[in-house]
T-cell receptor, first 114, second 120 residues
Framework: AQSVTQLGSHVSVSEGALVLLRCNYS??????LFWYVQYPNQGLQLLLK??????LVKGINGFEAEFKKSETSFHLTKPSAHMSDAAEYFC????????????FGTGTRLQVTL | ETGVTQSPTHLIKTRGQQVTLRCSSQ?????VSWYQQALGQGPQFIFQ???????GRGNFPPRFSGLQFPNYSSELNVNALELDDSALYLC???????????????????FGPGTRLTVL
């Protein structure tokens, strides 16, 4: 069985500040991990993914995440927040090896203020 | 390369009715997964179709059913609609099977814009 916990349903940062969105996972098999972003009234867009290669993964729009097996974490970071980063962010886990079903966390809404 | 498309974008039904949602997969993909996203929640896996057969199902009752066609497009059917079925329904396509090992990004699901279903 697999599960994802996203700590903090709402995160607010100032423009230019560091963004840190937390994700912890549980998996009985080697996992693949994903971060998706959802803008209002839209579908999900892939930000980045970990698929057992490099543990530090770089994605689009300046985001990156580090897979830490010992901490079962896959936190999402961005050095400097932009207003356009305001959205809902979802962490997801799947079984390694295929594009099998994704198990999502409950999401973190990121607010960026001036 | 065309992305994942879904129709309709919005739909309003009444309790007890039936609904069909449609999804066209990204070109080159052979697998379609459906997810339900209730307001304020993360998406929940409904089921996946590969080569026109159901290939995994989440915790959803049998009144949620699906089809995949030879061109890999898919339908999600929901019978006897309930108020709690109101949600955003997301379709995702991916590439699985023997072809997957010869292509890039085969471990990733790409999502469509969703269909917003309201049940009154």
């Amino acid at each position: 069985a697999q599960s994802v916990t996203q700590l903090g349903s709402h995160v607010s940062v100032s423009e230019g500040a560091l963004v840190l969105l937390r994700c912890n996972y549980s998996s009985s098999v080697p996992p693949y991990l994903f971060w998706y972003v959802q803008y209002p009234n839209q579908g999900l867009q892939l930000l980045l993914k970990y698929t057992s290669a490099a543990t530090l993964v770089k994605g689009i729009n300046g985001f990156e995440a580090e897979f830490k097996k010992s901490e079962t974490s896959f936190h999402l970071t961005k050095p400097s927040a932009h207003m356009s980063d305001a959205a809902e962010y979802f962490c997801a886990v799947s079984r390694a090896g295929t594009a099998s079903k994704l198990t999502f966390g409950t999401g973190t809404r990121l607010q960026v203020t001036l | 390369e065309t992305g994942v498309t879904q129709s309709p974008t919005h739909l309003i039904k009444t309790r007890g009715q039936q609904v069909t949602l449609r999804c066209s997969s990204q070109s080159g993909h052979n697998t379609v997964s459906w997810y339900q996203q209730a307001l304020g929640q993360g998406p929940q896996f409904i089921f996946q179709y590969y080569r026109e057969e159901e290939n995994g199902r989440g915790n959803f009752p049998p009144r949620f059913s699906g089809l995949q066609f030879p061109n890999y497009s898919s339908e999600l059917n929901v019978n006897a609609l309930e108020l709690d079925d109101s949600a955003l329904y997301l379709c995702a396509s991916s590439l699985d099977g023997a072809l997957a090992r010869t292509r890039k990004n085969t471990d990733t699901q790409y999502f469509g814009p969703g269909t917003r279903l309201t049940v009154l």
